[in-house]
């Protein structure tokens, strides 16, 4: 409950927020902000290199502005006539070392309006981030809870380390909870 309040107060204090479309297939997200609003003018936008974003049922289609469906050039048309006017569809250049370019989304929300972007993740969104150099901060939250699982969620899961062999952080803070949680941010050490 507390990480919830968090991340509703961090959606609330930037200008929009970004997911991976796996976090859309897997869930209902709709990118609140602090007591289940919706937040005017905030930006909710989703990337999928394959173009397959699940509408029904989904309420991010249902309440608030239309979401951004970042996509790749290939996939930008087909997926524009599918979803219509449930939602913008934003064509992206590749990136340098393979998938679609993060910089070139994170530009695109910029002329929108929004200076800070929250990425929300998943695994494979948050890795791709990270590799190509876009993320300033790293929230992280630690609960006192273990899944073990192989198939479980993952702050950052991709091909190859991030670093040689770790990407390097700078702890800007840490506040532990009552619940047993604990807030991390870091900052991201870029060329040190």
């Known amino acids: ?22 976090t859309l297939r897997q869930g209902d997200p709709e990118m609140r902000g ?21 509408v029904v049922g989904k309420k991010i289609f249902q309440h608030g ?31 340098s070392g393979g998938g679609l370019s993060l910089a070139a989304a994170l530009a695109h929300l910029a002329q ?11 695994g494979g969104l948050n890795y791709a981030c990270l590799r190509q150099g876009v993320v300033d ?8 809870k273990i899944s073990g699982d192989q198939g479980a969620s993952s702050l950052c899961g991709g091909p190859g380390p991030l670093g040689e062999p770790f990407l390097p952080l ?8 009552p619940t047993g949680e604990v807030f991390l ?8």
């Open 112 to 122: 929108l309006g929004a200076a800070s972007v929250l990425i929300e993740g998943g």
């Open 1 to 22: 409950p507390l990480d919830r309040g968090l991340l509703e107060r961090m959606r609330a204090a930037s200008d929009a927020s970004l997911l991976g479309a796996e």
């Open 185 to 192: 941010k870091y900052r991201v050490r870029k060329g040190e």
């Open 34 to 54: 602090p007591e289940g609003c919706l937040l005017p003018n905030r930006i909710r936008g989703f990337i999928t290199e394959s173009g397959d974003i699940p």
């Open 65 to 95: 502005e239309p979401p951004r469906i970042f996509t790749g050039a290939a996939t930008a048309a087909g997926l524009r006539h599918r979803l219509g006017a449930l939602a913008q569809v934003v064509p992206l250049p590749s990136a």
């Open 170 to 177: 700078a702890l800007v803070s840490c506040e532990a909870a």
């Open 137 to 144: 901060e790293i929230l992280l939250t630690l609960t006192p």
